[in-house]
């Protein structure tokens, strides 16, 4: 069974930072493309970004040189660095595994998400 579970949310000041954490097991991590989406109130789940098995990395526009992806396979974790916060990424992000190594196209398991509250 995939389990994702993820972590490092909370509440913090426009210009702040968090780290988000989703630690993955259940199967081999290492192989597949990783994720991170989010979902502000009253809209639908957007793309953040994404890490290929190659650690090849992906942004969406609004958080390009803000967010930072990565991942430690050997601890079966991947991470979303989140710089300069502004109160728009206020959401609930969700980690994602993806069906292929090499892109996030299809997800085929999917976390229960943390909040990040961004104040103004």
């Known amino acids: 069974q995939v389990q994702l579970v993820e972590s490092g949310g909370g509440l913090v000041q426009a210009g702040g930072s968090l780290r988000l954490s989703c630690a993955a097991s259940g199967s081999i991590f290492s192989i597949y493309a990783m994720g991170w989406y989010r979902q502000a109130p009253g809209k639908q789940r957007e793309w953040v970004a994404y890490?290929?098995?190659?650690?090849?990395?992906n942004y969406a526009d609004s958080v390009k040189g803000r967010f930072t992806i990565s991942r430690d396979n050997a601890k079966n974790t991947m991470y979303l660095q989140m710089n300069s916060l502004k109160p728009e990424d206020t959401a609930v992000y969700y980690c994602g595994r993806g069906v292929y190594s090499t892109s996030l196209s299809e997800v085929a398991y999917w976390g229960k998400g943390t909040l990040v509250t961004v104040s103004s």
């Open positions: 890490i290929t098995k190659g650690y090849s990395t």
